[in-house]
């Protein structure tokens, strides 16, 4: 054994399966043909493409073997390339896509790779589009025109491959698949992440095959899990010239279920993607509220400025959260705008099963978005109205999951309340506000660090490793605060029909400015959870509040005017359906 290799390890990982082999001897051999070290099965590699060896002046390469075929190393043609230490590699053989990197511990990095979960990287304005699989990212890339030299990059990996060199090997692995068995079960797992789908129940994954669904008859109740007044749930065999799936008595199923929970999917599930959004905050810090306003605000906000339709999906399912909307704006006096606390396990809450015990989990509320000028962008959103204390250290458990979703969302909303905080009390301790009598117990620092905790639990992710879904820390009831910043300073989010990323910036830098001085835990708790977060001003009522009793304060409804609450939504969709709502 070399010297170096008895200092550091080598690994080669194939970008599409995930494969690895270590670099075990010298000449290390990649290639089609027998008795290679790694073998690649595709179009365009040579029996013995290349090989990792020591070079005469150079130290350890990566050496071309076949002069007819090229062999890119960062996108770059090369004859040999010197590697260094703790250095990636993103190679390109054929139609594979190879990581390669040199050192110590390299089994946190090769396990740091995530091989189904790419990005889009536009040299050209920074943006990041993604993650997703490779399949659907290069049809999103097609879709929106990106630039042929975009990179793509799977998640772990700090260097990319050209956008245009992806869409070969997408295309050259459907050809293949065509006559190639190999070539048919990579493209097989190449394909299959994004076709598992997340139930909005109980956020667990299954196959679109694993559905099960509702039989219609009558006589066909009494399910083995959920008893006997709920219909039999069944994986169907039979289907009519329709499609449908038919029970056992022959009537044609209109209603399908997750294969975990059992619990009957939305409406038009397996039509579009589906994108969970957390909303997370401490007991009494608004969280009700802002959700019944965010369901006035933000259809309104988006078919106005962007031409998306906004509809309830799941009318059933969403008939609570409806009900609390139409009694905060349909309300003539403060009285009759109250809605009632989140209680745990309340009726924002059924028990299902769940690994094999029932358990309570939040009833998911389902809305489609859809452009009314290219249908083919579409999505639905799924929220939760949370009990605070499902957030709370010692609430996660599995006989306890209610709050387990954040680790599956697609986008993470954190309410501040600046009333539960003592230091920001004292800054607005002049203002006229009711809200400045109850006690101040601020949990929510420590909220946001159980929240890093969970979320690293559920991912098996390192606990100082950072996530890529975006978060929007909102400091809420900004209508006694925004003063702090000063008048006229924040920019309009959104112009000519495009959401304003700059201005998003900037007002996000004044308000987190504000609370690095004033709570500076905060800004850091939220920024050691993920790589993108953005803080917003917001207010669900636009006014001080009207207290009816010790804790109770509600709002005012002739003086309603909600400020902002539908910005940190349209900044997540544009995060992950830029489609939806374009950016400048």
């Known amino acids: 054994m070399f010297d170096l290799l008895r200092k550091l390890e080598w690994v080669a990982v194939d970008c599409l399966t995930g494969e690895s082999r270590m670099v075990e001897q010298l000449p290390f051999e990649i290639g089609a043909g027998e008795g290679v070290d790694l073998k690649l099965n595709s179009q365009g590699v040579a029996e013995r493409h290349c090989a990792i060896n020591q070079v005469k002046g150079h130290g350890l390469c990566l050496i071309k073997q076949e002069p007819s ?327 996660d458990s599995a006989e306890s999951p209610g709050a387990q979703h954040v680790a599956s969302s697609a986008g993470i909303v954190f309410l501040f309340d600046p009333f539960n905080s003592p230091d920001f009390r004292r800054e607005i301790s002049d203002r006229e506000d009711p809200q400045l009598e109850k006690p101040a117990f601020d949990q929510q620092g420590v909220i946001l660090s159980e929240m890093k905790v969970r979320i690293a639990k559920l991912l098996n992710l390192e606990l100082m490793q950072h996530i890529d879904t975006p978060m929007a820390v909102l400091i809420g009831k900004c209508d006694a605060w925004i003063h702090l910043l000063g008048s006229g300073l924040l920019r309009a989010p959104v112009t000519g029909g495009l959401l304003d990323l700059e201005a998003l910036a900037f007002n996000s830098h004044q308000v987190r400015q504000l609370m690095k001085r004033i709570c500076p835990q905060i800004v850091a708790n939220a920024e050691s959870i993920s790589r993108r977060v953005l803080f917003f001003p917001v207010s669900s009522f636009g006014h001080a509040p009207v207290k009816l009793g010790p804790g109770d304060f509600v709002p005012d409804p002739r003086q309603l005017k909600p400020f902002e609450v539908e910005i940190p939504i349209l900044w997540l969709l544009s995060c992950i359906e830029p489609g939806l709502v374009p950016s400048q």
């Open 69 to 395: 075929l090229p062999l890119f190393v960062d996108g770059q043609p090369i004859e040999f390339c010197p590697l260094a230490p703790e250095t990636d590699y993103a190679v390109k053989v054929g139609a594979h896509f190879l990581a390669l990197r040199g050192g110590r511990k390299l089994d946190q990095w090769v396990k740091g790779l995530d091989c189904t979960q790419w990005t889009l990287h536009d040299p050209a304005n920074y943006q990041v589009d993604g993650p997703m699989g490779l399949p659907e990212l290069c049809q999103f890339a097609k879709d929106q025109q990106r630039h042929p030299q975009t990179l793509v990059q799977p998640a772990g990996l700090s260097k990319g491959f050209f956008l245009q060199d992806a869409l070969e090997v997408m295309a050259a692995l459907k050809a293949a698949a065509r006559t190639d068995p190999a070539a048919e079960a990579l493209s097989s797992i190449t394909e299959r992440e994004p076709r598992l789908l997340t139930c909005p129940v109980c956020w667990l994954k299954f196959d679109l095959g694993e559905i099960m669904h509702l039989a219609t008859h009558d006589s066909l109740r009494g399910d083995p899990v959920l008893g006997e007044d709920a219909p039999q749930r069944f994986l169907a065999t039979r289907f009519n010239d329709r499609g449908q799936a038919l029970d056992a008595l022959g009537l044609p199923c209109t209603e399908i279920a997750c294969p975990h929970c059992r619990r009957a999917l939305p409406p038009g599930f397996t039509e579009m993607p589906h994108h969970i959004f957390s909303i997370v905050g401490d007991q009494s810090a608004g969280k009700s509220y802002y959700l019944s306003v965010l369901m006035k605000m933000l259809p309104i906000s988006l078919y106005d400025n962007f031409s998306v339709v906004f509809q309830d999906a799941d009318p059933a399912g969403n008939a609570l959260l409806n009900e609390m909307k139409h009694t905060l704006f349909g309300a003539q006096t403060p009285e009759g705008a109250r809605l009632a606390k989140t209680q745990l396990e309340g009726g924002m809450y059924v028990r299902l099963p769940r690994y094999g015990r029932l358990v309570a989990l939040p009833k998911p509320f389902v809305y489609s978005a859809a452009s009314s000028l290219d249908p083919s962008h579409r999505c639905a959103l799924i929220f939760y109205d949370n009990a605070g204390e499902h957030f709370q250290p010692g609430r």
